[in-house]
């Protein structure tokens, strides 16, 4: 028992010997990048299709990104509820999914997975295709 421990300390220590140095010193800073702020004349809005979120739940998961061409029936989002329980059984967790009404583009993602959403609020905004 004895000379297994000696195996595994005798490395270890050896190692954490080696790595020290790194360790107590630190790298060289690298210069932040520079920022500068531009006046903005108007504010930046999102126009598009609102699309909701159809059912009362937390956002599961986004499928698309802002900029991302999609078709009509295309899944965008994944919805998590609870779904009606009978009697004492335990609450189940249930998934519905956000399609795409039409062909377009998505202009914006108004909220971020694992937000709680209303069924009339918007999870994204979509640029129909002409």
């Known amino acids: 028992?004895?000379?297994?421990?000696?195996?595994?300390?005798?490395?270890?220590?050896?190692i954490g010997s080696l790595t020290l140095?790194?360790?107590?010193?630190?790298?060289?800073?690298v210069p932040?990048?520079?920022?500068t702020a531009t006046p903005a004349t108007m504010p930046l809005v999102?126009?598009?299709q609102a699309i909701a979120a159809g059912v009362r739940g937390r956002l599961w998961q986004l499928y698309v990104v802002p900029g991302q061409h999609v078709?009509?029936?295309?899944v965008l989002?994944?919805?998590?509820?609870t779904l009606p329980t009978q009697g004492s059984a335990p609450a189940a967790l249930g998934f519905e999914y956000v399609v795409a009404p039409t062909d377009g583009t998505i202009?914006?993602?108004?909220a971020e997975t694992g937000t709680y959403l209303a069924?009339?609020?918007?999870?994204?905004?979509?640029?129909?295709t002409n």
């Open 1 to 14: 028992m004895k000379k297994t421990l000696g195996f595994f300390f005798i490395p270890l220590a050896a």
């Open 21 to 29: 140095p790194h360790w107590l010193h630190p790298h060289a800073a």
């Open 32 to 35: 932040a990048a520079t920022v």
């Open 46 to 48: 999102a126009t598009g």
């Open 71 to 74: 078709r009509r029936g295309e």
């Open 77 to 81: 989002a994944k919805m998590a509820s």
């Open 107 to 110: 202009a914006a993602t108004l």
């Open 119 to 128: 069924a009339t609020e918007t999870v994204l905004l979509l640029l129909p």
